[in-house]
């Protein structure tokens, strides 16, 4: 169920508060957020749309703790994550945050199942469970008989579809994808599309930064940035509803 | 022209732009060169010595010595082929006492007129008078005791047959002598080589040579079977020498008769033998620097390969960036070439003037010949091996790394991806059931076998060095000879530092490069949910767990090593030493690796991985 179409308003995955972040001193500080204030609730797709360098990337990274912020609040699941210890912020990536890249990120000498099974192995799985779990997710993107080929040896697509398996090895609280489709081409984004679609069918919380509006189009609710801060939100019904969901959809 | 010119300024402005990395790489041949120029300088340091010592002092070609027994050695005067002869003279062992040191002297008694054969030459003071004692240069030296001094001497027991030890029994009150000089000799080598005239004292003690005249000598003797005789001659072909003392020698298998009636029989000694024994000193030092430089060169080889790699891991984009300008495959093989025959030049240099400078320090135990002290000489074929050695070191080390970047395709340099990593299937399945640390270690290690293999082997090299620097001085300690222990342990000690610290460094190396290669992987892990600690713990262990092979590994290296280096005398060192060798090689290199592990798996997460994209 997505959390617009729930009566009671459940507790947000994701809060931020007045969240800031600058690069650089003096006359080269930028700033990369800006005053962002957010909500993502359990179950919601949520799209972050805006031109190249306006801070999406950088808002993805400091939701997912990989960057701590210069000012500001940031919440995970009822905990605010932006004071935690580094070794704290990899516990919580483990339990709550899956990532997804624009450039796969898989590591070249493993083999699909072995990308998969990667994040249940640090999270302390035995090797068993870590393997059966990659095998499932691996069913689940529609690359079971691709599990032991290397990403040498996948199209962009094939490997997109194992990052994405892999950001749910351990069933995370929430999916953080970072231009998913950006590497690929129509086919193969066709392809990641139907599998974003089908884990928010599933009540799998999302937040992708895209510059593709047919992604967009996926989400429950679209804010646009410029220069770091939000400057519009647009809340989406699969194509029916909302500037952008009339314009594209999956059938296109 | 231009060509050169070009792969000139390109290699010129790299170690410009990397002054740190640079002169590590010369700090590491240097190492090797200087100990292999010092080895090959040490060759031939004392041969001439002798030489000049046996010219200035009429040196005897066969030194005839024996025990109570005059007349058995003045019959040799006779024998065909002997030109020339001095003595029989009397040699009574005495322990000899000065400023503080009580040592065991062979004192030989001596006309105050010069003598025709073996006319010892004095190089400070005078000649022996009644009353006065003349040392033996180096004996004196060690002593510390020179012209004017007293020293006080006691008759020993003397060896009842040659080769036999003396007893340290004194006998009688002693006498004190004035020194009246210090003097050279080719009849014998110089101390700390035991003083034998014609074996009249055993081998291993700390046996120095003194003359006094003839009166004084035998005033020191109590019995007159304490006495020994000793004859210089001359042959009319110096170089038969050897056969000359072979013919009247007893067969080598007769044991000596102590306590057997009869005097014991006359020994020959030839004056190669002689020469041979004042090598000894210099001799055993040049065999552990000869040894130590080829470990040296071999770790060399392994550090430049390390930091080649890391580099080329560093430096593939600008190999794309020079491609896609227009520079050939070879061009850019040629650049990396250069930087490294530069460096490897420089350090030859280096090596050389260090050896050079620092060869007085071993010389100078040679004290007891005529110049020792400047007998250092750098000549064509040293400078021409020790360049080859350090030109060799930077080839052999760089030649693969050059080739693969200039084959690389410039399209993926220019991406900076064309070092893929490697996959190691069986060790990546290990790993999925270890602890976290140890899986990303795995991993990390099986990326890139070759390092490994290079990390193993340094401290394999290493270890191998350090087994038999123990077993040297498991040798010493069992020998009796303080001064050429202490030269030895000099040389071992500094070998067994430059070889550590060189480890040390190449650990560093491969720390270093291992992070930057990985960092990809590290940042990655840490994105999925590794902790700083579990990623630095696995960047160190990559290292400790070749390590700890390398060290398992080296002790028998270094057992090997030592059969090989001397099958004669081979002393194991304790087995608390051997074994304490692997956890202690474990623990410094988990000590060296964790700070650079430490600062890579502390690097902001976001900036690697953003870093990959650019």
């Not at chain 2, 700390?206 to 042959?235: E, F, I």
Request: aromatic share 2%.
């Amino acid at each position: 169920m997505n959390a617009n179409e729930s009566p009671l308003r459940a507790e947000p995955v994701l809060r931020t508060r007045g969240l800031a972040m600058d690069y650089g001193q003096g006359a080269g500080r930028v700033h990369a957020l800006d005053g962002i204030e957010l909500e993502v609730t359990p179950g919601e797709a949520l799209a972050v749309m805006g031109p190249s360098g306006c801070g999406k990337s950088t808002l993805l990274h400091v939701l997912g703790g990989l960057e701590r912020p210069s000012a500001g609040e940031v919440w995970v699941a009822g905990r605010r994550i932006d004071g935690l210890s580094e070794k704290a912020l990899a516990r919580l990536r483990r339990r709550a945050v899956g990532f997804v890249f624009q450039a796969f990120h898989l590591m070249d000498e493993l083999t699909a199942v072995e990308n998969v099974e990667l994040p249940a192995l640090l999270a302390g799985r035995s090797s068993g469970a870590a393997r059966r779990r990659a095998a499932e997710l691996l069913e689940r993107v529609g690359l079971a008989e691709r599990a032991s080929h290397l990403p040498s040896a996948l199209s962009g697509g094939q490997r997109q579809r194992v990052a994405i398996a892999r950001a749910l090895s351990n069933e995370p609280l929430v999916v953080l994808a970072d231009e998913p489709t950006g590497n690929l081409d129509s086919v193969a984004t066709l392809d990641v599309l139907r599998l974003l679609d089908s884990l928010r069918s599933a009540g799998q919380t999302l937040l992708i930064v895209t510059h593709d509006e047919r992604v967009a189009a996926t989400a429950d609710r679209l804010i646009t940035m410029r220069d770091g801060a939000l400057v519009d939100e647009t809340r989406l019904t699969r194509g029916t509803s909302g500037s952008l969901g009339d314009l594209v959809g999956l059938e296109r | 022209m231009g060509r050169v010119v070009l792969v000139a300024r390109l290699a010129a402005r790299d170690l410009r732009r990397r002054p740190g990395e640079a002169a590590l790489l010369l700090l590491a041949i240097a190492a090797a060169t200087s100990t292999l120029t010092l080895g090959l300088v040490l060759r031939g340091v004392v041969s001439k010595p002798y030489q000049s010592t046996r010219e200035a002092t009429a040196g005897p070609d066969v030194v005839v010595g024996g025990i109570a027994d005059r007349a058995g050695v003045k019959a040799l005067t006779g024998a065909p082929g002997v030109v020339a002869h001095s003595g029989p003279y009397p040699v009574v062992a005495a322990a000899l006492a000065a400023n503080g040191h009580t040592v065991v002297a062979q004192t030989e008694g001596r006309d105050s007129a010069p003598a025709a054969v073996d006319q010892p030459k004095p190089i400070k003071g005078a000649w022996v008078q009644s009353g006065g004692v003349v040392l033996e240069a180096a004996f004196a030296e060690a002593l510390g005791v020179s012209p004017g001094d007293r020293v006080t001497m006691k008759a020993l027991d003397a060896p009842r047959a040659p080769g036999a030890k003396p007893s340290a029994r004194t006998r009688g009150p002693g006498r004190s002598f004035r020194v009246a000089g210090v003097a050279v000799t080719a009849a014998a080598p110089p101390y700390p080589e035991p003083a034998c005239l014609a074996n009249l004292c055993q081998g291993d003690a700390d046996t120095g040579l003194a003359w006094l005249t003839r009166a004084d000598a035998m005033s020191l003797a109590a019995d007159k079977q304490d006495v020994g005789y000793v004859q210089n001659l001359k042959l009319a072909d110096p170089s038969a020498a050897p056969s000359f003392a072979a013919r009247y020698n007893p067969p080598p298998d007769a044991s000596p008769r102590a306590g057997a009636s009869g005097p014991p029989p006359t020994i020959l000694q030839p004056w190669q033998d002689i020469r041979e024994a004042s090598a000894n000193l210099v001799k055993n030092q040049r065999r552990a620097l000869m040894t130590g430089a080829w470990l040296l060169a071999l770790l060399a080889v392994a550090s430049v390969a390390v930091l080649v790699g890391g580099r080329m891991a560093d430096q593939i984009r600008r190999v794309g960036l020079i491609k896609a300008v227009g520079g050939t495959p070879a061009l850019v093989a040629a650049v990396l070439l250069a930087e490294y025959v530069v460096v490897a030049l420089l350090a030859a240099a280096t090596g050389l003037a260090i050896g050079w400078l620092t060869a007085p320090l071993i010389t100078e135990a040679s004290a007891g010949l005529l110049g020792s002290a400047g007998a250092r000489t750098v000549t064509f074929s040293t400078v021409g091996i020790v360049t080859g050695v350090a030109l060799a070191v930077a080839v052999a080390a760089t030649s693969v790394p050059a080739i693969r970047a200039a084959r690389t395709s410039t399209v993926l340099a220019l991406a900076d991806a064309a070092r893929q990593p490697r996959r190691t299937g069986w060790l990546i399945a290990i790993s999925a059931r270890l602890p976290v640390p140890l899986l990303l270690a795995s991993r990390v290690a099986a990326r890139r076998p070759r390092r490994i293999g290079l990390a193993v082997a340094s401290i394999a090299i290493t270890v191998s060095g350090i087994v038999a620097a123990l077993s040297a001085h498991a040798d010493i300690a069992d020998g009796s000879n303080s001064v050429r222990a202490d030269r030895l342990n000099q040389v071992l000690l500094a070998l067994t530092i430059t070889l550590v610290a060189l480890a040390a460094v190449n650990a560093i190396f491969v720390t270093w490069a291992t992070a930057l290669d990985a960092r990809h992987a590290s940042a990655l892990s840490r994105a999925l949910g590794a902790t700083p600690q579990q990623v630095s713990a696995g960047l160190s262990a990559a290292q400790v767990l070749p390590a700890l092979a390398g060290a398992a590994l080296g002790i028998p290296g270094g057992l090997a090593l030592i059969a090989a280096v001397d099958p004669d005398s081979t002393t194991m060192p304790p087995l608390w030493q051997l074994l304490a060798v692997v956890p202690a090689t474990v623990l410094v290199v988990a000590a060296l690796t964790a700070i650079p592990a430490r600062v890579s798996a502390r690097r902001p997460v976001a900036e690697a991985l953003r870093s990959e994209l650019a």
